[in-house]
């Protein structure tokens, strides 16, 4: 092996530092730039504000919502919190799974009215994120009558309503944004946090 001498060691030195430099500090201040600048909304975590400018939530995250006035979303296997996502891990063979598919079509079937068979599947299985924001048209249309009696709305208005807040999502899947649609019922105009 022959000895490179003390001035390999000192380009090395400076490869590292100018790299460091670019790609520790540099291209992190750029890519931060451009998202505040071009994609403020969604580089600040997608954040709904009410009129007041109070946060009420983000379009990205699911919550839970309990009372018969509210469309109801996806089942978490984490309790919507966002920073321990997952989905549960359990197989379909899994008992725990079936047993706890088995409650949430009980409870779905008492509080809506629904035949188990007739069920959306994304009504009874948790999301790979656990904090899904959305659900599916059939998921929403199956809770119409249950929203809009609590209320005293028409069923009219609450599928208005549904429609209103549907989105096609990703690969075309059409889906209902929940935190939104539920908002609006309430009267509560949101916006997106710049």
């Known amino acids: ?18 790299m460091a430099v670019l790609l520790g500090l540099l291209y992190p201040l750029v890519v ?10 969604q580089a600040n975590g997608s954040l709904l504000a009410d009129a007041q400018g109070r946060i009420i939530g983000s379009s990205l995250v699911g919550q839970a919502f309990t009372s018969d006035r509210y469309f109801q979303g996806r089942p978490s296997a984490v309790d919507y919190a966002a920073d321990t996502l997952g989905g549960s891990n359990l197989a379909p063979s899994n008992p725990a799974l079936r047993q706890r598919a088995e409650a949430d079509a009980r409870r779905i079937t008492a509080r809506d009215g629904v035949a188990p068979g007739r069920i959306p599947v994304d009504l009874l299985t948790a999301s790979g994120s656990g904090i899904d924001p959305h659900i599916s048209p059939q998921a929403a249309a199956i809770q119409v009558a249950r929203v809009a009696h609590a209320r005293g709305l028409r069923e009219a208005d609450v599928r208005g309503l549904v429609a209103r807040y549907s989105e096609s999502g990703g690969l075309g899947q059409p889906r209902v944004a929940i935190l939104p649609l539920n908002l609006a019922l309430d009267g509560i105009a949101v916006r997106p946090l710049p």
């Open 32 to 41: 931060v730039g451009v998202g505040q600048l071009g994609f403020s909304h």
């Open 1 to 18: 092996m022959r000895y490179a001498g003390p001035g390999s060691w000192l380009t090395a030195a400076r490869f590292s530092l100018l």
